[in-house]
């Protein structure tokens, strides 16, 4: 046996041990202003519509839409999942990112706009491809939006 082989054997009978790390979540925090995504140069990619189920004492959210390019169902968004009344968007473009699916998605240099009322481009934050934030305010069974806007811009 290669001394390797031990030692391996030891941190693997460890590995259950060792403490689950969670990466830090960031709250959504850029914008390039006030207007809304198209003003931008921002193309839509669909609106998500919240699917809430509630079981026992907790209501939690799914924010799921049609892939623009696939057609597939993907799912940018959660609410009430990460923590009480926090509204987390997915990685569009990280591993398992919901944009890079399928074959006719692109992700290079691209960057995405997620608003809560497209109307308004104060309800607005962006992100970059790989990124992931919160929406800054939290959110209510009461005052969680029906639907969220999803947008996308190739550089």
Known sequence: MTPLLPLLANALALLPLAPLTVAKHVVCSWR??????????????CSATSYTTTTHDKTTAEFKCKHLFEGNTVKPATWNVLGDGILEFASPC???????????????????????????????????KRDDCEWPT??????????????????
Request: charged content about 25%.
């Open 32 to 45: 390039p202003g006030i207007a809304t995504p198209d003003k931008y140069g921002f193309n839509r990619f």
């Open 94 to 128: 990280g591993m398992g990112g919901w944009f890079a699916e399928g074959e006719h998605a692109w992700c290079p240099d691209s960057s995405f706009a997620m608003c809560t009322d497209e109307t308004h481009g104060d309800e607005c934050w962006y992100m970059d």
């Open 138 to 155: 939290k959110f209510t069974v009461d005052t969680l939006p029906t639907s969220v806007e999803l947008w996308y811009r190739r550089k």
